[in-house]
């Protein structure tokens, strides 16, 4: 397995996998690399410390493993931002393209409150403020869209 820093055209670093450099190699030059956050296919490589397989080493064994939680601030923006997505992905349900009916029963004491994400064009968007009710828009990148595992 290859693990490659990489980076978009907009500045995006992430982490790739790949079975190795010439797999790498394939899937950037078929488009099928794109960046996390922005969908971007205008990869790059960065440089990045080789990981050593040394003979002589032993895996450390349970009692010396410590976990050490990722702190949001050594977190880049671009990952607080991909672990916020995520998070409110994990504690809401998408409603699709019935978000303002759905908001609007919610709203109106119709059926129990929740947390709902759907699509709704502007107009409808405008209609939800005006109306009273709170909404935001969320772009989410196309790998977001599909099931979180």
Same mark, same amino acid.
């Given at each position: 397995?290859?693990?490659?820093?990489?980076?978009?055209?907009?500045?995006?670093?992430?982490?790739?996998w790949?079975?190795?450099?010439?797999?790498?190699?394939?899937?950037?030059?078929?488009? &099928?690399? *794109?960046?996390?956050v922005?969908?971007?296919?205008?990869? #790059?490589?960065?440089?990045?410390?080789?990981?050593?397989?040394?003979?002589?080493?032993?895996?450390?064994?349970?009692? /010396? #493993?410590? +976990?050490?939680?990722?702190?949001?601030?050594?977190?880049?923006? *671009?990952?607080?931002?991909?672990?916020?997505?995520? $998070?409110?992905?994990?504690?809401?349900?998408?409603?699709?393209? @019935?978000?303002?009916?759905?908001? @609007?029963?919610?709203?109106?004491? $119709?059926? @129990? +409150?929740?947390?709902?994400?759907?699509?709704?064009?502007? +107009?409808?968007a $405008?209609?939800? #403020?005006? +109306?009273?009710?709170?909404?935001?828009?969320?772009?989410?990148?196309?790998?977001?869209? /599909?099931? &979180?595992?």
């Open positions: 397995m290859k693990v490659l820093n990489l980076q978009c055209a907009h500045g995006h670093g992430f982490e790739g790949f079975a190795s450099n010439e797999a790498f190699e394939l899937q950037l030059a078929n488009g &099928l690399v *794109e960046c996390p922005c969908s971007d296919t205008a990869i #790059v490589k960065m440089l990045s410390a080789p990981r050593l397989n040394l003979g002589n080493s032993r895996p450390p064994t349970p009692s /010396e #493993v410590r +976990e050490v939680p990722a702190s949001a601030d050594a977190m880049t923006p *671009e990952a607080r931002w991909m672990r916020a997505v995520r $998070e409110v992905m994990a504690k809401t349900e998408d409603v699709g393209e @019935r978000f303002a009916d759905e908001a @609007r029963k919610m709203h109106y004491g $119709e059926t @129990r +409150e929740r947390g709902i994400r759907g699509q709704a064009t502007r +107009e409808q $405008e209609q939800l #403020v005006d +109306e009273g009710i709170a909404v935001m828009p969320l772009p989410l990148p196309a790998a977001l869209k /599909e099931p &979180l595992h």
